[in-house]
Each structure stands twice: as C-alpha cells, then as structure tokens.
C-alpha cells in the first residue's frame, strides 16, 4: 500500500517556531548600543529592562533601534557592516558618525543600554525610536516605540500616544532620570489585576 502524496490543499500549516534565543550567537554585535559617539555633546543615554509577565527579567533579549537623526535624516551612517575598502575587513562602526540604528542584548540581569541622539519630529509624530524586541517564548518579534517624558507638548499632539489610554500611553514614554539619561522598560506582557495593562504597547502593521 502506498500512500498519496501530499497536496497543496492537505499540507498542514508549518508552525512558527519561537524567535529567541537561537539569535544570540549571530546578531548581537560589540558596542551595538552605540548609535551616537560618546564625545557627542548631545548623546542621551536610554536604558531598561525586558520583563515577562511575572515582572521578572528576560536575560537574552535583543532590541533593535531604528531612528531619523536630529535633523530629520534617515539615512543615518554606515555602521555594524561596515568594512575596509581594500582588505574587506569588517571594521564595524567608526564611534565619530551617528548611525541611526542599534542592535542590543539584555544581560543577565535582563538590563540594556543605548547611547543616541534624540530625533527630529516628523510630521504630526513627536520625537520617538522605534524598537523591535526579540525574545524567548515569541512567535513573532515585537513592534514598539519610546518617546521622552520631557518633550510634553509635542507628545501630547502625537496621534499614537493621543489614542492610548493614561496607563497605556505611559507604557510607552522613557522617564527621563536627569543627566540625559531615561529609563525604557519593556514588559512583554500583562500581568494580574492592576498590572494587566502594564504590558508594553506594542504595534502591528497593515499588511500590502
């Protein structure tokens, strides 16, 4: 007895496997989190933690930051693949250009860090990063963003943040803790009773 082969109408769909922490290995990248120089008179320091629902850190999540410059660009500069001309030679970034992006793990404690330059308005939107979180358990990565807590009135014109709720919006604000340092934590999901809408807003995307 043989058995009929497989037809596109009985093939079962191929689940999703989990995201992380299969990346660890091959994306994270030395000084990662370093989109702006540290001589940059204007660098900003965000900083947080990736937490589960429980509250607890997750300890190999990675982060990707996307942004425009202060000035509006989005072309940013040439910075993790960026190799030798002659030899090939990957050298990474040259810590003198803003880059524009940033790829960042958490360490043990759950705990990351970013240091860049705060962005340019664009349109009706107040300054923001945009970050996309990869981490155990995910079928799919996640979609966020971080505004700053000190630019009050162009956050309070932002269409994004004006549709959220108080407690939800504010899921999406880095506090800022002085010394141009905020404080981003990312939670991947709700917790119970009151903490249900702690988790962070996170974006989708409408399809082609």
């Known amino acids: 007895m043989t058995a009929e082969p497989n037809t596109p109408a ?11 922490p299969f990346y660890g290995y091959a994306l994270p990248f030395a000084r990662g989190g370093e989109m702006a120089p540290a001589s940059h008179p204007d660098a900003v320091t965000v900083h947080g ?4 629902g429980a509250g607890l850190p997750i300890p190999d999540a990675l ?17 993790s693949l960026r190799s030798d001309q002659t030899t ?6 040259d810590h003198t ?4 992006f940033g790829r960042v793990a958490t360490d043990a404690d759950g705990h990351y860090a970013l240091r860049t330059l705060i962005p340019a308005a664009l ?7 945009s970050v996309c979180v990869f981490a155990r358990g995910l079928l799919h990565h996640l979609y966020s963003r971080v505004y700053f ?14 549709s959220l709720e108080p407690r939800r919006r504010a899921t999406l604000i880095a506090q800022s803790e002085g010394a141009r340092t905020y404080r981003f934590d990312v939670r991947i999901q709700g917790g119970d009773g ?10 989708t995307f409408p399809m082609g």
């Open 10 to 20: 009985t093939l079962p769909v191929t689940p999703s496997q989990t995201v992380g």
């Open 97 to 100: 250009r803003f880059t524009g």
């Open 123 to 129: 349109g009706a939107s107040a300054p923001y990063l």
């Open 149 to 162: 807590s000190d630019l009050e009135s162009a956050n309070a014109a932002d269409p994004l943040l004006a």
């Open 49 to 52: 933690y990736v937490l589960d």
């Open 88 to 93: 090939g030679v990957l050298l990474g970034r």
């Open 63 to 79: 982060l990707e930051f996307w942004q425009a410059g202060p000035d509006g660009s989005r072309t940013g500069a040439p910075g």
């Open 194 to 203: 009151d903490e249900a809408d702690a988790e962070t807003v996170f974006l």
